[in-house]
């Protein structure tokens, strides 16, 4: 009865993973679902493209995920599986794990492919599967570490490039501003020089009128003395004015 307890206790954790909660995903592109954590494993199928799936949990140190659709269960990469988040499409990522309540998991390929594939031809190969099993998870997990020191390095990268882009345009919005204010200065002082000019101009025009009133004066006062004459010499006896016709018949007589 003991044995029969233990066995069942067994069986239940094996079941474990597949009665955790799974999270809805779905392919994003034709893609294969293995029957490990790994490229190396064999196929299982082919995803369709937008094809709806359950996500039944990922790895910690491999971004590969447990998951299953109407024509089996295996897993698929990461990279090819996207889901709702906050009302928003994004490709499954480990950040998104304990928000999206998927299960972080382990792979026993014994017991996952006990439950999943004794029918395949594969199966028969387990044992060889098996010793090659953790040669090929430190390979997959140096693979994955070097694909997410490359993208750190993209990541840094693109962060150096838009950088430079925004010092290019701060030196670029620096120099514009600098040659509006030398601009404005400029026609500041070209208003200031016209005007200096034309003040310039009204005083020498000034001083020239200053120079010939002495002149015009001495002239008026010419015209005012000959003026004076005439009138004396109108005023003596047996003279005739200007213009008197008569007078200059009779003195003519």
């Known amino acids: 009865m003991r044995n029969i307890l233990l066995g069942v206790a067994a069986a239940a954790m094996l079941l474990v993973p597949s009665l ?5 995903g779905f392919a994003t592109a034709n893609v294969n679902m293995r029957s490990g954590p790994s490229t190396r494993y064999p196929a299982v199928t082919v995803i369709p493209v937008e094809t709806e799936l359950e996500i039944h949990g990922c790895l910690s140190d491999v971004p590969w995920c447990d998951v299953s659709f109407y024509q089996g269960r295996g897993w698929v990469a990461a990279q090819y599986i996207a889901t709702e ?27 996952y492919w006990e439950r999943n594939y004794r029918n395949r031809d594969f199966y028969r190969d387990r044992q060889r599967w098996s010793r090659s099993n ?20 993209y990541r840094n990268t693109d962060n150096d490039v838009y950088n430079q882009d925004r010092d ?23 208003f200031d020089n016209d005007g200096r000019r034309r003040r310039d101009e009204s005083r020498r025009q000034e001083n020239r009128r200053e120079e010939a009133r002495p002149q015009e004066n001495r002239r008026e006062q010419r015209r005012n003395e000959e003026r004076r004459n005439d009138r004396r010499n109108d005023r003596r006896p047996g003279t005739c004015a200007e213009g008197d016709v008569q007078c200059a018949i009779n003195k003519a007589k």
């Open 134 to 153: 953790d040669d090929g998870n430190r390979i997959e997990r140096r693979r994955t570490t070097d694909q997410y020191e490359r993208r750190d390095q």
């Open 20 to 24: 955790a909660a799974a999270a809805d």
């Open 85 to 111: 988040y906050r009302q928003n499409r994004v490709y499954l990522q480990p950040q998104y794990y304990r928000p999206l309540g998927i299960p972080t998991i382990t792979f026993d390929l014994g017991n």
């Open 168 to 190: 290019r345009r701060d030196r670029r919005d620096r120099d514009r501003d600098r040659r509006r204010v030398i601009e404005e200065r400029n026609t500041v002082d070209q």
